[in-house]
């Protein structure tokens, strides 16, 4: 199974951008990753997913080099709201193949 | 629509004894998860389902029986409870597997003393 890999904590400061990186070494073919965000007392919440490239919605972007063997979230201009535990997730379609990194705790300051 | 419904939200064992969790979506997903969250640990799977009348292990099976007798329910058992199942339990559901995001509930806190 793909291990991923993501640093514990990061501190940011309101208006900034923040980039929070996974690795996934051993993503197979078929794998996609999946950021999620957790507040506390909450379940996760979905934030974006890629294959491969650039993907941009809302609220944030996932970069995915060609090798695919990391990917990074990227969130403009956080804020205090943003603070939260951020999760990379790998996975393929056929439901038992799911990875979770050990999550980012971002701290926004004012 | 409520989305992923967990019950209970708390709950306190004792060794040995035995529970059931519940877990509901009504939003007519076809693939449903329970995962547990230890600190430093992430979430990883205990089992997992891909339609009505199924069921599968994932990363850490042991302990835990699940059964999915209806495609909006997803039940996680405990028969024996011991101290290393004290952990936070979240239920998911999606469309399909890992290339569709998921929908998580809030979450059990399970103590077993």
């Known amino acids: 199974l793909a291990k991923t890999t993501q640093p514990i904590s990061m501190d940011s400061y309101e208006g900034q951008e923040v980039n929070i990186t996974c690795s996934h070494n051993?993503?197979?073919?078929?794998?996609?990753i999946t950021w999620y965000q957790q507040f506390p007392s909450q379940g996760p919440r979905f934030i974006i997913q890629?294959?491969?490239t650039k993907v941009t919605n809302e609220v944030a972007s996932l970069f995915i080099p060609a090798d695919r063997k990391s990917s990074t979230l990227s969130l403009p201009r956080v804020s205090l709201s943003d603070t939260a535990v951020y999760y990379c997730?790998?996975?393929?379609?056929?439901?038992?193949?799911?990875?979770f990194g050990q999550g980012t705790e971002l701290s926004v300051k004012p | 629509n409520a989305g992923v419904t967990q019950t209970p939200k708390f709950r306190v064992l004792k060794t040995g004894q035995s529970m059931t969790l519940l877990c509901a979506q009504d939003?007519?997903?076809?693939?449903m998860y329970w995962y547990r969250q230890d600190p430093g640990m992430g979430l990883r799977l205990i089992h997992y389902?891909?339609?009505?009348?199924?069921?599968a292990k994932g990363e850490v099976p042991d302990g835990y029986n699940v059964s999915r007798l209806k495609k909006q329910n997803f039940l996680l058992g405990l028969e024996s409870a011991a101290p290393s199942q004290t952990s936070v339990y979240f239920c998911?559901?999606?469309?399909?597997?890992?290339?569709?995001?998921?929908?998580f509930g809030d979450g059990t806190r399970l103590s077993i003393l």
């Open positions: 998911a559901s999606s469309w399909t597997g890992g290339n569709q995001p998921q929908h």
């Open positions: 051993n993503i197979a073919t078929n794998d996609y």
């Open positions: 890629g294959y491969k």
């Open positions: 997730l790998v996975g393929g379609p056929g439901g038992g193949k799911l990875i």
């Open positions: 939003m007519n997903h076809e693939y």
């Open positions: 389902s891909v339609g009505e009348g199924t069921t």
